[in-house]
T-cell receptor
């Protein structure tokens, strides 16, 4: 059983469309991170959210941390082909702060 | 800064061969780790280190060894390669400031195939 459930697993959309992907858990976290991994590369941090209800914006990307700090969403407005990639959420293991727990990711393809 | 570098980029091994995957970072990060990424399995932690001379096991350590003689370098050794070790391997580093929000910096990965 995955501690972090990401949905949808795959998403293929046309350029200009909006989309939302989710990272859900039954556990409470002190912080949650979103990474994007482009094909053939390592993951790159997009954002860290730490406060329940927090909303952060990064250009066309909007990140929200749930009020109860158990889930998060990533909304992309007017998607572009450059947004194509694997979107991963991650949290730190409460028992061992050194270890990150990763979701399986949402693979997004934005077609021109 | 070069960030996190990994070599080689690609490698093909025969079953039973050994090899070392190299990882180096020039950001003076205390924390370094190795992951493998497989379809449907996500990123899984192999080994990690919180500083020179200190290493610990992750969730899938069997068949791999690590050492941390310097802050900069964290090589991963495959002792006797098996087809099950075919994967993409990522090295990552971060400041170890006891904060769950530390940024992980990843290398570009090594794509390993074991025949």
């Amino acid at each position: 059983t995955q501690l972090l459930e990401q949905s949808p697993q795959f998403l293929s959309i046309q350029e200009g469309e909006n989309l939302t992907v989710y990272c859900n858990s039954s556990s409470v976290f002190s912080s949650l991170q979103w990474y994007r991994q482009e094909p053939g590369e390592g993951p790159v941090l997009l954002v860290t959210v730490v406060t329940g209800g927090e909303v952060k914006k990064l250009k066309r990307l909007t990140f929200q941390f749930g009020d109860a700090r158990k889930d998060s969403s990533l909304h992309i407005t007017a998607a572009q082909p450059g947004d194509t990639g694997l979107y991963l959420c991650a949290v730190h293991n409460a028992g061992n702060n050194r270890k990150l727990i990763w979701g399986l990711g949402t693979s997004l393809a934005v077609n021109p | 800064n070069a960030g996190v570098t990994q070599t080689p980029k690609f490698q093909v091994l025969k079953t039973g061969q050994s090899m070392t995957l190299q990882c180096a970072q020039d950001m003076n990060h205390e924390y370094m780790s190795w992951y493998r990424q497989d379809p449907g399995m996500g990123l899984r932690l192999i080994h990690y280190s919180v500083g020179a001379g200190i290493t610990d096991q992750g969730e899938v350590p069997n068949g791999y060894n690590v050492s941390r003689s310097t802050t900069e370098d964290f090589p991963l050794r495959l002792l006797s390669a098996a087809p099950s070790q075919t994967s993409v391997y990522f090295c990552a580093s971060s400041y170890a400031r006891h904060k769950g929000s530390d940024t992980q910096y990843f290398g570009p990965g090594t794509r390993l195939t074991v025949l």
